[in-house]
């Protein structure tokens, strides 16, 4: 059973960075898709990013576009959620989850575990 651990999480300035890494046990979190979502207090969990198995083929919400990269180490078995130019809108708790049901749509595909979450506060 893979286990996810969610860190690099914390309070940042509007225009700042932060990088969130998502490691793993268990081999096979590299043969999985990954991604991240989060849930804003009194907001429904969001996709914001995920990658597919092999890293060659990622999404992104069109609210963080061009502000937000997700990718994946496989050395490492960890997935990466750099965030620049934060915005005070993206203040949430992040959460990473693999995928164990192949699906050719990250947006549709099962997520079925998770990480513990961690907050990422951005102050205007």
């Known amino acids: 059973q893979v286990q996810l651990v969610e860190s690099g999480g914390g309070l940042v300035q509007a225009g700042g960075s932060l990088r969130l890494s998502c490691a793993a046990s268990?081999?096979?979190?590299?043969?999985?898709?990954a991604a991240w979502f989060r849930q804003a207090p009194g907001k429904e969990r969001e996709l914001v990013a995920a990658i597919n198995w092999s890293g060659d083929s990622t999404y992104s919400a069109d609210s963080v576009k061009g502000r937000f990269t997700i990718s994946r180490d496989f050395a490492k078995n960890t997935v990466y959620l750099q965030m620049n130019s934060l915005k005070p809108e993206d203040t949430a708790v992040y959460y990473c989850?693999?995928?164990?049901?192949?699906?050719?749509?990250?947006?549709?595909?099962?997520?079925?575990?998770w990480g513990q979450g961690t907050q990422v506060t951005v102050s205007s």
């Open positions: 268990g081999r096979t979190f590299s043969r999985h898709a």
């Open positions: 989850a693999g995928s164990s049901n192949w699906s050719k749509n990250l947006v549709t595909a099962i997520y079925d575990y």
